[in-house]
């Protein structure tokens, strides 16, 4: 009788911890998991993150579903994910943007490194720059040259103040002398309606959302802010080569949960994230904006974190550009 009533006890010791710990109740994942996009459909964000979660999906034995998020650049979203329970069923599309917005306001909303577990990194990529067929040039330099006979006359547009394609274009404003005119929307797809329209003319963007146009010729690519020239774009220059020594422009997105989400629960996100982003389908998806598939360890992705968050501070500081 003894031996009964302390295996008894032991039991309801186990199934109360068990209760205490969801995610190590029963194999994860064994419902939906939830994928926060901080943008509107249509950008880039958007792009990257449902050709993701369309394979990792599989991967998982779930689905994954797409919550677009978008307001304030990215804050929404990305609170969102912060407030959300660490159990692996929320998960945030970080972009660039993520560690930068933080470094633009006094009193940052979050804090990439604490309030975030890292998963991995997904790839880096160039922006490319794109304008509406009606402006007259052709490359970086023959953009600066009509850019500085018209001050102030030209529009580039953004997803927002303090999103990393803003933050390009004052770059290239910096490096170059152009003077062109930001205006923000509230995320890439309504910016490039009005790129489409002759509302703006420029946009600091991937590839991805405006590829279709591109070859529509409803836009035109002007010139590829990395260190080479894309393969989906062999005849368009980099600003480098156009215009300006040396210049360069790269982004990222990466895969983060709660803090708090327990290490096995990570480890399992990160080992199908990287069968993900090895799967052929998605590489070739993913090949049209430039992008380098690198998904690394949650360490990995940790240091990138922290030395993107230095990066930005100082490219901020840089182009003086604050968020209230």
Not at 248 to 256: E, I, K, M, R
């Given at each position: 009788m003894k031996l009964v009533r302390a295996l008894a006890v032991g039991a309801a010791c186990v199934v109360v911890l068990l209760a205490g710990h969801p995610a190590l109740a029963q194999p994860?994942?064994?419902?939906?998991?939830?994928?926060?996009?901080?943008?509107?459909?249509?950008?880039?964000?958007?792009?990257?993150?449902?050709?993701?979660?369309?394979?990792?999906?599989?991967?998982?034995?779930?689905?994954?579903?797409?919550?677009?998020?978008?307001?304030?650049?990215?804050?929404?979203?990305?609170?969102?994910?912060?407030?959300?329970?660490?159990?692996?069923?929320?998960?945030?599309?970080?972009?660039?943007?993520?560690?930068?917005?933080?470094?633009?306001?006094?009193?940052?909303?979050?804090?990439?490194?604490?309030?975030?577990?890292?998963?991995?990194?997904?790839?880096?990529?160039?922006?490319?720059?794109?304008?509406?067929?009606?402006?007259?040039?052709?490359?970086?330099?023959?953009?600066?040259?009509?850019?500085?006979?018209?001050?102030?006359?030209?529009?580039?547009?953004?997803?927002?103040?303090?999103?990393?394609?803003?933050?390009?274009?004052?770059?290239?404003?910096?490096?170059?002398?152009?003077?062109?005119?930001?205006?923000?929307?509230?995320?890439?797809?309504?910016?490039?309606?009005?790129?489409?329209?002759?509302?703006?003319?420029?946009?600091?963007?991937?590839?991805?959302?405006?590829?279709a146009h591109l070859k529509s010729g409803k836009l035109k690519a002007i010139a590829v802010t990395g260190r080479n020239r894309l393969a989906s774009l062999p005849d368009v220059q980099t600003v480098a080569e156009s215009a300006i020594p040396g210049y360069q422009f790269t982004l990222w997105y990466g895969l983060v949960a709660p803090a708090g989400t327990p290490r096995p629960v990570i480890d399992r996100l990160n080992a199908d994230l990287r069968r993900t982003m090895a799967s052929p389908e998605v590489k070739e998806k993913l090949a049209s904006i430039g992008g380098n598939l690198n998904v690394g360890s949650p360490e990995e992705f940790a240091a990138v974190l922290r030395d993107e968050t230095v990066r930005w501070a100082k490219l901020a500081k840089d182009v003086g550009i604050k968020m209230e």
């Amino acid at each position: 009788m003894k031996l009964v009533r302390a295996l008894a006890v032991g039991a309801a010791c186990v199934v109360v911890l068990l209760a205490g710990h969801p995610a190590l109740a029963q194999p994860y994942p064994n419902k939906p998991v939830r994928m926060v996009i901080a943008f509107p459909p249509g950008g880039t964000s958007d792009f990257v993150g449902r050709v993701v979660a369309a394979k990792l999906s599989e991967f998982l034995g779930q689905p994954i579903v797409i919550d677009n998020k978008p307001g304030a650049t990215g804050l929404i979203g990305t609170q969102d994910v912060a407030r959300a329970a660490p159990d692996g069923y929320t998960l945030l599309l970080a972009p660039s943007d993520f560690t930068l917005i933080p470094t633009l306001q006094a009193k940052p909303p979050y804090d990439a490194q604490k309030d975030f577990a890292p998963i991995g990194m997904v790839l880096d990529y160039p922006h490319v720059l794109v304008a509406n067929p009606n402006v007259a040039a052709s490359n970086a330099k023959e953009l600066i040259a009509l850019a500085k006979s018209k001050p102030s006359q030209l529009n580039f547009a953004s997803g927002g103040n303090g999103a990393t394609n803003h933050i390009s274009g004052e770059w290239f404003k910096l490096n170059s002398g152009a003077d062109i005119t930001h205006v923000p929307y509230k995320g890439n797809g309504p910016a490039i309606t009005d790129l489409l329209a002759d509302r703006v003319q420029l946009l600091f963007t991937s590839t991805g959302p405006v590829e279709a146009h591109l070859k529509s010729g409803k836009l035109k690519a002007i010139a590829v802010t990395g260190r080479n020239r894309l393969a989906s774009l062999p005849d368009v220059q980099t600003v480098a080569e156009s215009a300006i020594p040396g210049y360069q422009f790269t982004l990222w997105y990466g895969l983060v949960a709660p803090a708090g989400t327990p290490r096995p629960v990570i480890d399992r996100l990160n080992a199908d994230l990287r069968r993900t982003m090895a799967s052929p389908e998605v590489k070739e998806k993913l090949a049209s904006i430039g992008g380098n598939l690198n998904v690394g360890s949650p360490e990995e992705f940790a240091a990138v974190l922290r030395d993107e968050t230095v990066r930005w501070a100082k490219l901020a500081k840089d182009v003086g550009i604050k968020m209230e």
